[in-house]
């Protein structure tokens, strides 16, 4: 009787544990880039909490170039910096390890401020050394053209703009 009991009890476990696991984001074949690009998303919506995934398409990993890997790594403002990855970008491409810029398209559905479901796509990228998405995070990533850093500051600039114009009105 007692096996049949313990046998029922980790089954029901199971079931519940299993609905909860499928009823939320958690995916744990998910890449580290996938978490990171969906960590910003869900923080630039109104109701993150509306947020449902449709579908994530890989692109192919493009070449960065000595500028574009200057930019994106913040090390086109300063000589010394700027000459110090200058040498390691050559080094990297000597060494057939060309930076790479990785892509991903993510289709979500989000409910507008009407709370209507609204499918959009965003396109994540991250810039990589070496062509590896694993130690993505959502400050490294770029959604839509802006880092986590340039569309708060992008934010923080319209309210400021906007508390402007109504204190001259």
């Not at 340039?150 to 319209?158: F, G, N, S, V």
Request: proline share 4%.
């Amino acid at each position: 009787m007692n096996k049949w009991l313990l046998m029922a009890s980790t089954a029901a476990v199971a079931a519940v544990a299993t609905f909860f696991v499928l009823q939320s984001d958690f995916n744990p074949f998910d890449s580290a880039m996938n978490k990171a690009c969906e960590t910003v998303i869900k923080e630039r919506l109104r109701s993150p909490s509306g947020y449902k995934r449709i579908e994530v398409v890989e692109a192919e990993a493009k070449p960065l170039s000595l500028e574009d890997f200057l930019k994106y790594g913040g090390y086109d403002d300063g000589d010394t910096m700027q000459a110090l990855y200058t040498k390691i970008y050559n080094s990297d491409v000597a060494n057939n390890h060309t930076p790479k810029m990785l892509e991903r398209y993510i289709s979500y559905d989000a409910p507008n401020g009407y709370g209507v479901p609204i499918r959009s796509t965003a396109i994540c990228q991250l810039p990589s050394e070496d062509g590896n998405a694993s130690n993505a995070s959502s400050l490294a990533v770029i959604v839509d053209g802006s880092t986590s850093t340039d569309w708060l500051a992008e934010q923080i600039r319209q309210q400021q703009q906007k508390a402007l114009g109504q204190a001259s009105e």
